[in-house]
């Protein structure tokens, strides 16, 4: 017997394999992009794609309308402040000419001629950091209307022995005319159950049944008050000022721009995940899914 050790020809080295094409790796690779997102055509993404299409736009629309609007609101407090402190330097004009009161109007000083009439007690209104009560009468005006006139302000409790009584005869008054005041609105009471000859708003329709006059849908305060009270300030017409409904607009500006933010964030992590799957599902690593096939990769 020969000594050669028998040699296993599967042992011996064979040829090199052939270097792959470049080009047809690159199709390959090609193909398997487009197989592993071939899933955003089914009709499950379908509806995905279609719902962030919608959803985004919607909140970038609502969350640049809130920002109108508190922008708005911005613009109207500038304003507002820019004509109170242009009003009180302006020449009172007739009553009549400046109503109704809105935006343009309120703030802006007028004048009014009559007989003063019934006075009331306007409880709970603070000045300067203390807490008082207006003094509110009514002007009978030739035009057989009544108008509130907010002769001054005293501190402490409503009681109707320190308001001093107006002044007796026909007057002219001046002051900064206002729009009727809404109950529960900066600072302005609410509640009922006042005691006879006060009221917690200075508004036609809270006057109505309290005097026997007809009324304008306004009131001014004076700019000097009389017999010793405090003159009260003119304020912004309501929906003008930086308030806590300014405020909410700004936060709702963020929410929705937010929301577009997460819809698209999710739509990307949906996206992430679905591809993994597929791919993994393709290997072999993952048990099909019932409503999912995976697609192939080349």
């Given at each position: ?9 599967r042992t ?11 080009r ?9 992009v487009e ?9 499950r993404?379908?509806?995905i794609?279609?719902f962030?299409l ?6 970038v629309f609502m969350?640049?309308?809130q920002l109108?609007?508190?922008?708005g609101?911005?613009?109207?407090h500038?304003?507002?402040?820019e ?9 009172a004009?007739p009553?009549?000419?400046m109503?109704?009161v809105?935006?343009?109007t309120?703030g802006r ?11 009331l ?6 000045l300067?950091g ?5 003094v509110l ?14 002769r001054g ?12 009584a ?8 001046t ?5 009727s005041?809404t109950p529960g609105?900066?600072?302005v009471?609410?509640g009922g ?8 708003a ?10 026997p006059?007809r ?5 001014v ?13 003119a ?29 698209v ?10 591809v993994?799957?597929?791919r993994?599902?393709a ?5 099909q899914e ?9």
């Amino acid at each position: 017997m020969d000594n050669f050790a028998t040699v296993d020809a599967r042992t011996l080295p064979g040829p090199a394999p052939p270097d792959p094409d470049p080009r047809a790796v690159a199709r390959r690779g090609s193909r398997t992009v487009e197989g592993v997102y071939r899933f955003l055509l089914t009709p499950r993404w379908w509806g995905i794609n279609v719902f962030v299409l919608l959803a985004v736009p919607f909140c970038v629309f609502m969350g640049s309308w809130q920002l109108s609007r508190f922008e708005g609101r911005v613009q109207d407090h500038r304003a507002a402040s820019e004509q109170a402190a242009y009003g009180r330097d302006d020449a009172a004009r007739p009553l009549e000419r400046m109503l109704p009161v809105d935006k343009s109007t309120s703030g802006r000083r007028v004048t009014a001629s009559g007989r003063y009439g019934e006075q009331l007690l306007v409880p709970g209104r603070e000045l300067d950091g203390k807490r008082g009560f207006y003094v509110l009468t009514l002007l009978r005006t030739g035009s057989g209307k009544a108008l509130p006139v907010v002769r001054g302000w005293l501190p402490g409790t409503a009681d109707a022995a320190k308001a001093p009584a107006p002044p007796a005869g026909e007057v002219t008054v001046t002051g900064a005319l206002q729009a009727s005041e809404t109950p529960g609105d900066n600072g302005v009471g609410a509640g009922g159950g006042l005691p006879a000859g006060q009221t917690g708003a200075i508004s036609a329709a809270s006057l109505v049944n309290l005097v026997p006059y007809r009324l304008y849908d306004a009131w001014v305060t004076l700019d000097r008050a009389d017999s010793g009270m405090t003159a009260v300030p003119a304020v912004a017409p309501n929906g003008t000022g930086l308030d806590l409904k300014a405020f909410q607009n700004l936060g709702y500006t963020g929410e929705w721009f937010v929301f577009a933010g997460f819809v698209v964030f999710m739509w990307f992590r949906l996206l992430r995940r679905e591809v993994e799957f597929q791919r993994d599902a393709a290997l072999g690593l993952v048990p099909q899914e019932p409503g999912r096939t995976p697609v192939a990769s080349g």
